[in-house]
């Protein structure tokens, strides 16, 4: 996340945490998921008529479009 993106939603279940950005310069929408566990963050981009059922539903809208995610390795694991 950069300081331009706006947080308009939380929730958290167990380890999990789902947020939902948008970006006012550039009107984009994105969906982050961290896992407390394992330290691990997913971040990708969704259309904004499609951002609540996003951030409701993050892994399903993972796994319809991988184009533009990124994964975020914790402070203390290298990805090889």
Known sequence: MDDTQTEL?????????VMLFWSRPSGRVSVSV???ASGEIIEFAVAPEHALDAFHHPYAH??????GNRLVAPADRAWV
Do not use: C, V
């Not at 939603?9 to 945490?17: K, L, M, V, Y």
């Not at 993972?62 to 184009?67: D, F, K, N, P």
């Open 34 to 36: 961290s896992d407390r």
């Open 9 to 17: 939603a939380f929730r958290s279940n167990g380890d999990i945490e």
């Open 62 to 67: 993972l796994a319809l479009s991988t184009a």
